[in-house]
């Protein structure tokens, strides 16, 4: 049983009803509500008129964005479904009138987030919304606040989405491009069959025995296995708290640069990155202090063995096309939607490195083994199965 939530995008469908994939039942569980929220910035204020006239002609016409989800009997039930409804952008587009000058524009903004997290989305209509904020910030000359539920769909289809409802600046009807990265051509030397033939074995075990690990670790993560108590694991409930979005630019070239030198990708340097941050806020926080409230210089304040792992969600479907994603909206064809995500256990490095590359190192050699692993078919086939 596979987590996709699969939508037949034809005219003819658009009256009938479907029930709620185990994914989006798993999204909408009272102690797992989860929002995807997007912030995105603007080199011109924002018409509200011109932007709901586009969502008229493309994010309205999706079915799974004009459907409201439906529950018979009580939230708890399985009985849950998608049913198609008249929507009326009133309602979801939100634009609030702001001082242009207001005092710490950027931090408005973070605070604005911050308060659309805490109350929840309308079930009464389809589950998103998008606030205009055309307020001047330090990037941007206006903001838009995306929020819609994740039982909606994943990341991977919803960006494709996003990029299908927009157009090139240099001709108002061609779709984005986006660069595909060609594969280096190379010539297959028939005498070096016999080694990669032991190659692919070499690999294929390799799948096996990590799989094998993977599987062996998530199953003790559900019934023992924690991470180790450190300032940044919140105590049971921490998890109703109220959010405070604080947000920093990070110059993608400078990213690409490292990736570039290193041979690595994006991810790995993200994540090394996040890796050297832990790191030294961990470091801070068990420094000991003095009686002035100063922190003691040391080499490292972190416990040695420290265990801690995050979750990463990964895409199981190749992502659907941009002009896939404008056919469905224009013609109705019909392809794959919905979530579709397994998700995979990743260590962190949490220690102090005379290079800060290391980081990056050791990110890519985690990240390079889990690639060698189906640990995210396998746990997305669990939950799948637990939730049908």
């Not at 001082?99 to 605070?111: A, G, L, M, S, Y």
């Not at 640069?257 to 790191?279: E, P, R, W, Y």
Request: hydrophobic fraction near 40%.
């Amino acid at each position: 049983m596979m987590m996709g939530d699969h939508v037949k995008a034809s005219r003819s469908s658009h009256h009938d009803e479907e029930p709620l994939s185990p994914a989006a039942r798993l999204f909408h569980a009272p102690r797992f509500n989860v929002y995807i929220i997007v912030v995105v910035g603007f080199k011109t204020r924002l018409n509200p008129d011109v932007v709901k006239a586009g969502l008229e002609q493309t994010l309205v016409k999706h079915p799974r964005f004009s459907s409201k989800m439906v529950v018979d009997g009580n939230q708890y039930c399985k009985n849950k479904k998608w049913t198609q409804t008249k929507v009326n952008l009133e309602d979801h587009v939100i634009v609030p009138e702001l001082d242009p000058k207001i005092d710490f524009p950027d931090r408005f903004v973070e605070d604005y987030v911050s308060n659309v997290t805490r109350t929840p989305l309308d079930l009464s209509k389809p589950l998103l919304e998008l606030h205009i904020l055309n307020i001047k910030t330090s990037d941007a000359e206006a903001v838009g606040v995306f929020r819609i539920h994740h039982s909606m769909g994943d990341g991977a289809s919803l960006i494709s989405l996003l990029l299908a409802c927009t157009r090139k600046t240099s001709d108002p009807e061609a779709l984005p491009s986006v660069p595909v990265k060609k594969r280096a051509g190379s010539t297959f030397n028939s005498r070096d069959g016999f080694w990669w033939f032991f190659l692919a074995i070499w690999l294929f075990l390799r799948l096996i025995w990590n799989t094998l690990v993977d599987v062996l670790l998530f199953v003790a993560t559900i019934l023992f296995l924690n991470d180790m108590k450190t300032p940044i694991k919140g105590a049971p409930g921490v998890e109703l708290n109220v959010k405070k979005f604080v947000h920093r630019t990070v110059n993608l070239d400078d990213i690409k640069l490292v990736k570039n030198a290193m041979n690595t990708t994006v991810n790995d340097v993200v994540v090394g990155i996040v890796q050297a941050g832990l790191s030294r806020y961990l470091n801070h926080r068990y420094g000991e202090e003095t009686k002035d409230g100063q922190v003691k210089q040391s080499n490292s304040n972190i416990p040695k063995g420290i265990h801690l792992r995050t979750v990463i969600l990964v895409n199981l479907r190749k992502s659907a096309g941009i002009q896939d994603m404008a056919d469905m909206m224009a013609k109705g064809s019909k392809i794959r939607w919905g979530n579709l995500i397994g998700y995979m256990f990743l260590p962190f490095t949490i220690a102090l490195q005379d290079d800060p590359l290391d980081y990056v190192r050791k990110a890519k050699a985690a990240i390079d083994r889990k690639k060698l692993s189906l640990e995210p078919i396998f746990t997305n086939t669990c939950v799948g199965l637990l939730l049908q």
